[in-house]
């Protein structure tokens, strides 16, 4: 019903957020080891969740961003078939009392020792540390249910670990992980107006170096329209050009200006932007001038879209399911969500936060699909989830990271283009 598509490229800078749950090539302490080392994580069995399980936990989660001293995250325990939400011993009345209700039915709710601001706090001090024990240092995410961290390293080995255990106790445990990919890279080629998410977009003087977009966003009052892209597609050029192609062949069709926020605002070399106190993941804007409520689907060169019918406004719960839509390899889905709370060191050097992981046994997103569309398979179409930053691994053991659209909606002042 619309133009064929081409495949989008998307830049990702995150270079190092994909966590491996396997232990594979994991150095184990030996039976004689007489130092304390921190112990390797444990992989999470894969549980297909209700939905009133992810409801109740997406609900915490928005509890937990918005006052991030009362609250300290939700699991669900799938031995007990229920939603678990820690609470801080520092929380008030309010929160326990609201933690009841938000745990749903048949929901429990525990105190823990530290709350989500103390864990995001040992989150940047790890992260700024780059190295430990002469390992690098690649992610850190939310271990809710321990109420700790789990440290992701290029290399585990027994003087990190026994360095982390000694610096940190009992807080942190252990992943390898595996380099993320950026996704750029060279070509839904030529879309026009009124624009879809899911297309290709490069700034004319990238030459071969392309991205993707994600969802169609507009300002509440609607006086402005954009499509969400990923924050390192606009570095270093942070405000330019933003052309679509024209015969595959030529990145000269004009459809409006990249807004390079990541960048702009925060003057950094592709680190997460943060602005009063606050840090924004991996995002950035295009500014068109008028889009629709729906993403390209199928194929990398395909023609066929999908409804946006509604939008995540908080972090996903871990265990949820997800689709990707990209213009270089078009839509895979299949992807668990894993970790909704992940720092992660990029090919520059930056550190992007928060990032969400998921991962797939099936296909998995490449170069030119930066910036692309993750969503939730609804009924009437899709469900707006997050931005595509990057992968590490690849087909049949693929870890996907993006950032939760609910971040572009509070740092733009924009919401989702939707049918409802």
């Not at 509890?63 to 929380?91: K, M, N, S």
Request: charged fraction near 15%; glycine fraction near 12%.
């Amino acid at each position: 019903m619309r133009f064929p598509r081409g495949k989008r490229v998307l830049m990702l800078a995150v270079a190092v957020t994909a966590v491996s749950l396997s232990t594979t090539g994991v150095a184990a302490a030996g039976p004689s080891s007489e130092r304390p080392l921190a112990p390797l994580a444990e992989a999470a069995p894969a549980v297909s969740l209700p939905e009133s399980a992810i409801e109740a936990m997406e609900t915490v989660n928005h509890a937990v961003l918005a006052e991030p001293t009362q609250w300290a995250g939700a699991w669900y325990d799938a031995a007990a078939g229920r939603v678990v939400t820690a609470v801080p011993g520092g929380a008030s009345d309010r929160t326990r009392k609201d933690a009841w209700a938000k745990a749903g039915s048949g929901g429990t709710v525990v105190q823990v020792e530290r709350s989500f601001a103390d864990l995001a706090r040992l989150s940047d001090t790890i992260m700024q540390r780059d190295t430990i024990a002469s390992v690098n240092i690649v992610s850190t995410a939310m271990d809710w249910k321990r109420n700790g961290l789990i440290v992701g390293l290029e290399t585990v080995t027994d003087e990190a670990r026994a360095a982390l255990a000694a610096d940190y106790g009992d807080v942190v445990t252990v992943r390898q992980m595996a380099p993320v990919k950026l996704l750029d890279g060279p070509s839904r080629y030529r879309d026009r107006y009124p624009y879809w998410g899911g297309s290709a977009w490069a700034p004319p003087r990238t030459g071969n170096l392309h991205c993707s977009t994600s969802f169609p966003m507009k300002r509440p009052d609607g006086s402005k329209h954009f499509l969400v892209t990923a924050g390192h597609c606009n570095h270093p050029y942070k405000l330019d050009v933003a052309t679509m192609n024209t015969g595959k062949t030529s990145w000269s069709n004009v459809i409006g200006t990249s807004k390079g926020y990541q960048n702009s605002l925060c003057g950094s070399a592709g680190s997460s932007c943060t602005i009063d106190g606050r840090q924004y993941g991996d995002i950035s804007l295009i500014r068109v001038n008028g889009n629709q409520a729906r993403i390209y689907t199928g194929g990398p060169d395909g023609t066929t879209s999908a409804a946006v019918v509604s939008t995540q406004t908080s972090l996903p719960a871990i265990g949820d399911s997800m689709c990707v839509s990209g213009a270089r390899t078009g839509t895979s889905c299949g992807y668990t969500v894993t970790d909704n709370f992940v720092s992660a060191e990029n090919e520059e050097g930056g550190i992007m936060t928060p990032l969400v992981k998921a991962e797939s046994v099936g296909a998995c997103p490449w170069r030119g699909d930066s910036g692309g569309a993750v969503y939730k398979p609804v009924t009437g179409g899709v469900r707006a989830s997050g931005v595509l930053s990057g992968v590490s691994g690849g087909p049949g053991d693929c870890k996907m990271y993006y950032t939760s659209i609910s971040y572009a909606q509070q740092l733009f002042d924009a919401q989702v283009v939707t049918t409802s």
